[in-house]
Every structure is written in structure tokens, then in C-alpha cells.
């Protein structure tokens, strides 16, 4: 299957700091990139939906001047967590998707350890 | 709006013996079902999906609408499917297409 890459795998930052995440697909294109959070076995939740070129869709709840997300190529969505504090601490992954029509698969990345002292 | 239910937080079986992870979701229009799952220090991996109707690593899900639930199953377990799966649901059309709904997952453990 496709491969999708993330940066850092794990990152500890001071509260008020902004921390990127950067999501790579390194063999395919990817129209559609899903940013998700888990919580410690827990679920996974939906945070946003990135298209290329286009601005990122939010789920309710998800704060977007918080959560900046960029879709800047076909291989590459970055998330940054602006001001972070404790609550942001978290599991984040990624998945990339590049099907067109009909049932495409979400292909996800190694996700990254976000702490936030 | 959608919702993917796993019952079983834990499942635990001895090698050989049948498993079944239950899933059930709600959503008023037509989904489609995906089971993904997660070994240990590994990312989320695809499994099966229901349109597929095919036997991966020997499991089988079976879409039933009348009792909205997409139970994975498997004869004869086997101690290197240990692992976290996931129910998803994702809509077949709209502006949501392709977004994924998970279920809060099973961690189901084989015993030797």
C-alpha cells in the first residue's frame, strides 16, 4: 500500500509555543488529507479534512485559528497547534487519500506524540 | 449524523478458537462499513471493507442494514491477530465523502 510519513514523531514544546506537524505521502498523490486526534485508548476523532489548494474543512468543535492546517501540494499537509497549552497534549495522525471516484482508501501515517508542558 | 458503536472495549480468546468483534452503526443514508486495525507499535492499516466482500487474514464482515451492524469475524483465531481494530463508517456521497467515523475500538488479545 501507499506510504504516508509524519514529522516529528513525537515533539515536547512549552505552553503558549506553536508546534508544526508535517504530513507526507511519499508515494502517491494526495488530493485529500485527514487530520485526526486519539486520545489514550481511546477512539480516533476527526479534527479536519484538507483538500490541495483549498481551505481545510473543520469538524464542530475543532477550533481552526488553533488547529492551522495547509495543503499546500499533493504530498504534503502540515498541521501547527498555535498556542499550545497542557489540553493540547495528544496523539495526532494523519491519513492521505487519493482516489477520485468512488470508495478510496485512507492511507495513515505513524501519527505524533504532541506534549505540551 | 453518523455513529459506530464497539460494544467490547476487550475481547480476549484462546488460539483456535472463533472470534467475533461486534459493530453497529447508525446513519440514515446508504454507508459504507471498514474494519481497520492497529498492531502493536504499528499504524492504522486498512482490513476489509464491506463493498470488497473479501476474507483478509482469514476475517469476514458482513454488512447486515436490517440490524445496522458489520460484525468482523474470524474461525480460528490466531495469536498474531492481537491487535486494536476499528469499526469506521464512512458516507457515500455529500460533502462528507470520505470522511471516516470511527468506533471506540477493541483490543482484542489471543492466548496461546
Not at chain 1, 71 to 79: D, F, I, Q, R
Request: aromatic letters at 12%.
Amino acid at each position: 500500500g501507499a506510504v504516508v510519513s509524519q514529522h516529528p514523531s513525537r515533539v515536547i514544546c512549552k505552553s503558549g509555543t506553536s508546534v508544526k506537524i508535517e504530513c507526507r505521502s511519499l508515494d502517491f498523490q494526495a488530493t485529500t488529507m485527514f487530520w485526526y486526534r486519539q486520545f489514550p485508548k481511546k477512539s480516533l476523532m476527526l479534527m479536519a479534512t484538507s483538500n490541495e489548494g483549498s481551505k481545510a474543512t473543520y469538524e464542530q468543535g475543532v477550533e481552526k485559528d488553533k488547529f492551522l492546517i495547509n495543503h499546500a501540494s499533493l504530498t504534503l499537509s502540515t498541521l501547527t497547534v498555535t498556542s499550545a497549552h497542557p489540553e493540547d497534549s495528544s496523539f495526532y495522525i494523519c491519513s492521505a487519500s487519493g482516489g477520485t471516484s468512488g470508495t478510496f482508501e485512507q492511507f495513515f501515517g505513524p501519527g505524533t506524540r504532541l506534549t505540551v508542558l | 449524523a453518523q455513529r459506530v458503536t464497539q460494544p467490547e472495549k476487550l475481547l480476549s480468546v484462546f488460539k483456535g478458537a472463533p472470534v467475533e468483534l461486534k459493530c453497529n452503526y447508525s446513519y440514515s443514508g446508504s454507508p459504507e462499513l471498514f474494519w481497520y486495525v492497529q498492531y502493536s507499535r504499528q499504524r492504522l492499516q486498512l482490513l476489509l471493507r464491506h463493498i470488497s466482500r473479501e476474507s483478509i487474514k482469514g476475517f469476514t464482515a458482513d454488512l447486515n442494514k436490517g440490524e445496522t451492524s458489520f460484525h468482523l469475524k474470524k474461525p480460528f483465531a490466531q495469536e498474531e491477530d492481537s491487535a486494536m481494530y476499528y469499526c469506521a463508517l464512512s458516507r457515500a456521497g455529500g460533502t462528507s465523502y470520505g470522511k471516516l467515523t470511527f468506533g471506540q475500538g477493541t483490543i482484542l488479545t489471543v492466548h496461546p
